[in-house]
């Protein structure tokens, strides 16, 4: 049981460039999430899903794209990778929706774009 | 102390001695409320919650405290290790679903042995 797992770790990308980072979680959970993290704020939610097929919109989505095709996978799309985009993102699961479900974390991602 | 989308305070306290992390929360409709542990370099871990229908909450050397009066929570850590050196962070629920839920920056705790 690995629970959340990411990849890559670390990346660098060229202004305009576009990546997939991916999120995996083998403990069965319906609903996953992305989050970045930034220096001095809290986790700010970019998109969430509540089972597969079905996403939504968090926080902060724009320039990010997400899809849930199966129970396990949940990655994120930068479609043209800015500088502001420059971050740290951590993927989340938890096995419902509901407020008072601990949700488990991946590692996370340091991008940085130049 | 913490609050939603200030800058990260630290807290330095010696190895044995107690903790006292504070969060100032910002929705008084929040009614869930959560402390995770992030070490450097890792995903954040879940270390204990509260409903607001409580004011206090005791887990493995932590007790959360929540005075909705004030918008106050805190997490206090009992005989601090050097094993908890790490970033606090509080999160505030106001709504059905986790995408409803709110992060502070955090504060950073260092244990000086």
């Known amino acids: 049981n690995a629970g959340v797992t990411q990849t890559p770790k670390f990346q660098v990308l060229k202004t305009g460039q576009s990546m997939t980072l991916q999120c995996a979680q083998d403990?069965?959970?319906?609903?996953m999430s992305w989050y970045r993290q930034d220096p001095g704020m809290g986790l700010r939610l970019i998109h969430y899903s509540v089972g597969a097929g079905i996403t939504d919109q968090g926080e902060v989505p724009n320039g990010y794209n997400v899809s849930r095709s199966t129970t396990e996978d949940f990655p994120l799309r930068l479609l043209s990778a800015a500088p502001s985009q420059t971050s740290v993102y951590f993927c989340?699961?938890?096995?419902?929706?509901?407020?008072?479900?601990?949700?488990?974390f991946g590692q996370g991602t340091r991008l940085t774009v130049v | 102390g913490e609050s939603v989308g200030l800058h990260l305070p630290t807290l330095s306290v010696q190895e044995g001695d107690n903790s006292i992390i504070n969060c100032a929360y910002s929705n008084s409709a929040s009614d869930y409320f959560i402390w995770y542990k992030q070490e450097s370099g890792k995903g954040p871990q879940f270390i204990i919650d509260i409903r607001s229908n409580m004011d206090k909450r005791q887990g493995q050397r932590v007790t959360v405290l929540l005075n909705k009066t004030v918008k106050h929570l805190s997490l206090q850590i009992a005989a601090t290790q050097p094993g908890d050196s790490a970033v606090y962070f509080c999160a505030e629920n106001s709504g059905p679903g986790m995408n409803d839920m709110r992060f502070g920056a955090g504060t950073r705790l260092t244990v000086k042995p």
């Open positions: 989340a699961s938890s096995y419902d929706q509901e407020r008072n479900t601990e949700a488990f």
């Open positions: 403990m069965n959970h319906e609903y």
